[in-house]
């Protein structure tokens, strides 16, 4: 047994003086909610698929394991919606660098990339990358719809703040999402990038909101740069399309469910 100093005060029990002084631990209420796109509502379709989908559009019929093939060495170059790639040419640093300000760096920079493999097929870059731009690319998460009608329905505002180089209004309304998101931040209009504090500002001032009753969803540091716009921040781990990311924690964190 170990020893009691015998100095040993006996618990202290909490005066009201003492709870009045203490930090608040009470959550503060959501207005709204900021949600990044790419690895939060929506994936891009699996690999394999994104390339049979953009050479048949060339009028290719490529074989799977080809197709697997070429997968493998764009992705390893960059694609739109995927991994970082393993080496950006000189000839495109710039338009990297502003791929998610301008349209045409945008387009330049991920059509630059495929360019870089070499697979044979006449307008193929061109053909990957407007795969992106349709709504057939992606993949909305399981929860995706579930929660954002539920915000809705709770009279909570929602944002989608995204770097990217075109407009995603146009994939929202052929899933039929449009109508459950009442503004859009997207880097390349707003002229600022995550983690910016600023596109994030821009967000909350769209919907009228004031940071810090905003609650901003994503899946990079980046996202959670919104600390610095005074935002509440919930980061989920990146998930393949079609599998669940664990979307419903927001409900949890802005209705109290």
Not at 6 to 11: F, L, Q, R, V
Not at 13 to 33: C, L, M, N, Y
Not at 65 to 91: F, K
Not at 146 to 173: Q, T, Y
Request: aromatic share 6%; proline share 7%; hydrophobic share 45%.
């Amino acid at each position: 047994m170990h020893d009691v100093p015998d100095h040993a005060e006996p618990p202290h029990a909490s005066s009201g003086a003492d709870d009045a002084v203490r930090p608040s631990t009470s959550r503060r209420p959501v207005e709204a909610v900021l949600f990044d796109f790419h690895g939060t509502l929506a994936q891009v379709e699996e690999p394999r698929e994104w390339v049979l989908a953009a050479a048949a559009t060339c009028g290719v019929e490529l074989d799977r394991v080809r197709a697997t093939s070429l997968a493998d060495r764009l992705l390893t170059a960059g694609r739109a919606g995927g991994p970082v790639p393993a080496r950006v040419p000189p000839r495109l640093a710039e338009l990297w660098a502003d791929r998610d300000l301008y349209e045409h760096a945008h387009r330049g920079a991920y059509t630059g990339l495929a360019e870089t493999v070499d697979a044979g097929i006449d307008g193929f870059p061109e053909a990957l990358y407007e795969r992106v731009r349709v709504p057939e690319g992606w993949v909305p998460y399981p929860d995706t719809e579930a929660v954002l009608k539920e915000l809705r329905r709770a009279g909570v505002k929602v944002a989608v703040v995204s770097n990217i180089g075109f407009d995603i209004r146009p994939l929202f309304a052929a899933w039929g999402l449009d109508g459950l998101v009442d503004a859009y931040a997207l880097s390349y209009e707003v002229g600022r990038c995550k983690p910016d504090p600023g596109i994030f500002l821009r967000a909350c001032g769209m919907l009228g909101v004031d940071s810090e009753r905003a609650l901003m969803v994503g899946d990079t540091p980046a996202d959670a740069g919104a600390v610095g716009a005074g935002c509440a921040v919930l980061v989920l781990p990146a998930a393949d399309a079609g599998r669940a990311n664990g979307l419903g924690a927001v409900l949890d964190l802005a209705l109290g469910s």
